[in-house]
């Protein structure tokens, strides 16, 4: 089967070298079958960059990547339930219910029972959390910065376009 990706690029796309006991090379070279398969292009994206994230956030602000997705997604939409939280996180229900107890431990969220909600949690952020959530922003806006230096601002913009298309084609990429 023919590759579909086009061939007019003029990246440095070489396989990578001897393979490394230790954590992965986020420099390295795009792997050969990057090359060929957009859907392991995307993920060899995603993998880097989620495992550098996952580094400087554990690094700098001691929180995983589900813990940052709650804060942000917490700060954003307000009077969530752990239910609606996992949703705008995009993590599942079980794993949003333990960062949140971990993050209420912290002090940065504090759930409200309520008796309009039936017996839903409602998720806010504590004064705390909210110069925390500042913080976190502020370093992944860096961070996004630092990441998109490489684009004009056409390309910025094509670049979100067209991941959010192919992100609303996976459910029909996965029906089989």
């Known amino acids: 089967m023919a590759s579909i990706r086009p061939t007019n690029s003029s990246r440095d796309v070489t ?4 393979e490394d006991k230790g954590a992965p090379d986020l420099a390295a070279p795009i792997p050969r079958l990057a090359q060929d398969y957009l859907a392991v ?14 580094n400087y956030y ?11 997705r709650i804060v942000l997604a917490v700060g954003m939409a307000k009077g969530l339930n752990i239910g609606e939280v996992a949703m705008a996180a995009d ?3 079980a794993s949003a219910s333990r960062s949140l107890r971990l993050l209420q431990g912290r002090g940065i969220v504090e759930l409200e029972q309520t008796s309009t909600r039936g017996r839903a949690a409602i998720v806010h952020l504590t004064p705390e959390g909210k110069a925390f959530e500042r913080d976190v922003k502020k370093a992944a806006r860096r961070r ?3 990441l998109l230096a490489a684009l004009s601002v056409q390309e910025r913009t094509l670049a979100f376009e067209l991941i959010e298309k192919l992100i609303d084609s996976v459910p029909d990429m996965n029906k089989d």
């Open 144 to 146: 996004d910065r630092r």
């Open 15 to 18: 396989a990578a070298g001897p």
């Open 58 to 68: 554990l690094r700098h602000f001691d929180i995983g990547m589900t813990e940052f």
């Open 91 to 93: 993590v599942d229900k």
């Open 41 to 54: 292009l995307v993920m060899t994206l995603a993998g880097r960059l989620s495992r550098g994230a996952s």
